[in-house]
């Protein structure tokens, strides 16, 4: 479990990083926080001959922006100073709700949210809720700079459509605007793993606490995020009218997953309609500015875990 | 007296040190100048080689050499050594140091490349060109038993070793009894995992013509005796150095590995040091895993839920090659008898070759299996009479004024399976109490009316421990006062250091931090058997401390000559010798060493009281050494047991199901352990959590994935699904019950490998009672649960199945749809 041989460049600059980048194109790879890559290539998965490390070029990448729009953050901004933000949680709550179930904290000490957006990874938490949020991500070439929308961004597992001489240099997560409310929950084996399930969510109410739009994207269910819109189930209905069992069962409809070693396909599309029950009702709720859960039923409401005989 | 002696709960000296990164392991030998050993895989599970190309690995800069068997000769040529010959053992295989014409499974070593760096040997290896004639591979324990593929040609039915071992007449004993049920139990493999795999440093002096090889091994001895006759070497020239080693759990008692063969072998060849440090893809297809067996019960009962007659058919997947031997099947079919003796008893085990990763001994050792066997069959005789299960298992249990008890069995130390002593009644009652077994139902009809289910299980076993031949062990007082101990088992990180160090102090009365123990290195101490079977306490602990008294009584006899007083007059305190009682005479044991070696040279201050004109009264009549005495104030002693001494205990867990997801979450976790005294209550209790995270582990996390081609699809820890901390239970609940062992100096019993014994019988019996649904194979995942409450039909919660209770409902097995996941052959 070593790596093959590679060249080490520690550009200065983002311009010098995109040289190199120009230089050698299929070849080279981006280092960022290295938890995906790292690994990839200590297990020779991955053999690039040339390795371009970015984490010199803080000042140009490492800024957390945060608007009225929603959370801009650069390339270098590491998930857990995303995940403690507090005018990110504020501004675009569901960030933060996802980013607590990004691997471990050692991870998000070193991980970078924009790292894992380039990953593409379809288990990965980050893709789904840019994808939800309709959000985009800046690239950068010696070509020049564009902006890619998250629908157009990831294009099939481990594959997104940056360029190979194309560095991602930010990410932009836009607020929902409204009254609207997030979720988000997975189902994993052990603690801080790939979800054998994810789900997050977008809820926007009117005032009269009835649906305007209902949107959701999944991990671990399909190659690419894909966002499952349920507003026409829902739209002008009161959330507390909504039958989320019947979300549920019309999410076992809309989704297509495949099994693997952790969950049969079967399993992965159960816990789907799960998690939409309980989801889109907490969402809603956020919306409706009621705490998730006061107005559940005993029967729906998630287990209590970690009781005591 | 020392507050930290025998039976005290004293904090471990080894963690400050390995905690803080001060730990030397084998990786940590050698060098800028250390050449780098990696080695070529099989790709396949069964091929034959047609042909080994090197010469691209030679074009790389920094490669030294690569070594293919043809490079071999004399005893290094020939097969790996069959450790434990059994007369049932009829087919025995192993394999060679490097494939010889023909792999068996995927990760067999085929060449050995040797080079600057481990990088550079890594890019080697994949250059070198091997040609393959792969042939169809044997995987799963039903397809090996079909054999209609088979792994060797001349192994017909690929059986190794058919075993049988009766007492009374089971098969009438069965069918005359008043009830009678058959199961089939099912557990997959898991494996040892220790944080260190396997590790190899060797440096050959052709000066000396010595060899010294630094090795992760659970026995140093083992390892000088395989590697000296593989390599033609005399016992004296070998050295064999465990230094700190990252965990065991049984894996590294295996020896010689291939690479313990090549590594040595190579830097003979080169005239440098090499090195080879086994990586974590390379731990999971070339070194051994554990537990996969099938096993079919035909158990006949009385009304009461007593055993009459008991008959046991084992499948047992041994892999591809088999060099320890019978051990595992032998400790399945035995000790699934646990705290039990039906009146007849018949167990017949099929140990099977497949085309995967041998199997070798993890922590248990095929208890777990039998123990799994045993205990759902009470669970299932418990709910078919519609009795408590503790009730039942109480109804069977052996009593405690029965001892010893001989069973007419051999165990797997090849002497009767006779128990020493043992209180099973004792750990039912203190289980109770622990769990709260009685209040179950409360809590139960608590959590259903929220919703909730949880559900209760228990599992009890019986585990022999400390077997022999034999250990020994040194103790020597220094002139400084200082203890040296040494032993020549070796150390994972048992906190043998401690655990020693305070029989010392207690057998010899010094304090506890002037014992200094060394284990595992050839060097201080050059008999010894090894590391396994939770028998460092009992076997070294007991050399040890019959060394120590020999030393207490030789101090004595010498101090008696220096305070003129009677040896029975005197004791020793906190190191120091003195009239009983009276301080004022004290003499250091530092000072009797001195005395103990009479010197014509003084190195110090302290030696010259040993000298010739130091002046002390002097009995010129008599030599300075006695006729029949020895300079110097050490003792060696040896430890031999008649048999094992018998340890048990018994677990209760309480875990809830998600009615939606199919998480399963333990809510309680509670032991009642029994080793006989406690040498160390804080290292037993350590010693019981790390066991039960391995049985968690076994129970709800850890497959081997292989595919019908024999791959193994999980081999890295981002597929093969090791309990974290957030999946062990947060607390474990633990009691202990101290039956002494008749058979040893201490009265102890070993408690190595008990908390991973009975785990998943009590899991599988908690869930089973939480949903109402058989549970059958382990471990089980939220996704296999989730698909046997579809074929169970159950889209509700289901009530509870304890026995005596209104709401007992329980479905017949057979009634019930074929899920998928007990239909199909081998695990996906």
Redesign the interface.
Known sequence: ?????FTYHAPRTVAEALDTLAEHSVDAKVLAGGQSLVPVMA??LAAPAHLVDINKLTPELGDLEVTGDGVRIGALVRHARLERDADAAVRVPLVGQALRHVAHPTIRNRGTTVGSLAHADPSAEMPVVLALLGGSVVARSVRGERTIDAADFFVGPMESVLGYDELAVSAFFPAVPGRAGTAFDE?T?????YA?CGLAVVAQLDEADRFTSLRLAFVSVSDVPEVVDLTDDVAGTPYTDVDHAALGDRVRELVDPAGD????A??RR??AA?LT??LTREAAERAAGVAPGAAAT??T?P??????? | MTTRGFGEPVKRVEDPRLVTGKGRYVDDIGDDRTLHAAFVRSPHARARIRDIDPFEAYEVDGVVAVYTWDDLAGPAAEPLPLLIPHPDLTHPRTGYALARDAVNHVGEAVAMVVARD??VA??AV?LVKVDYEVLKPVVGLRKAAAAEELVYDDVPGNAAAVSTQAYGDAATAVAQAPHRLTFEWDIERSACMPMEGKGVHARWDRHEEKLTLWTATQTSTGVRGAVSAKLGLDLTQVDVVTPDVGGGFGVKIVHPWPEEIMVPWASMRLGRDVKWTE???EHFVSSAHERAQLLTVDVGFDDEGRVLGMEVDILHDHGAYIPYGLIVPINASTQLLGPYKPDAYRVTFTSLYTNTVLVTPYRGAGRPQGVYAMERTMDRIAQYLGKDRLAVREANFIQPDEFPVDFGLMFQDGRPLKYDSGNYPGLADKLRAL??WD??ED?RAQARS???R?GIGLGFYVEGTGPGPYEGGHVQVLTSGKVKVATGITSQGQGHQTAFAQIVATELGVPFEDVIVTTGDTRRFGYSVGTFASRGAVMSGSAIALAARKVRDRTLRLAADALEADPGDLEIVEGQVQVKGDPSTAVGIGTVAVLSNPLRYAFDEASKAATQFSGGPVDYSQPPIAPGDKPGLDETDYYSPPASTFAAGAHAV?V?T??????I?I??YAVVHDCGRMVNPRIVEGQIHGGVAQGVGGAL?E?M?YDEAGQL??A?FM?F?M??V??VP?SIEIDHLETPSPLNPLGIKGAGEAGVIPTSAAIAAAIEDAEGIPIVRMPI???EL??LR?AAAYPEPVVNTMPGTASTRWVDPASLPAAPTTESEDR?
């Open positions: 479990m070593k790596t093959s041989k297990m020779r189902i084996r052990r603690h801080g793993d054998m070693l952790h969950a049969s079967d399993f159960h816990l799960v029950q309980r005993a029967g409401a287990t209590t875990r970690g009781g005591r005989a | 481990r990088y890594e890019d994949a990586d974590r893809r769990v709260g209040e179950f809590f929220e919703g909730r949880v309480i809830e998600d009615p939606d997801t199919a998480e979450h809510l309680k996390y497959v994935a699809a999980n890295s597929d699904l309990p974290y957030s999946e947060t995942s939220p996704s989730f698909d579809r996906p």
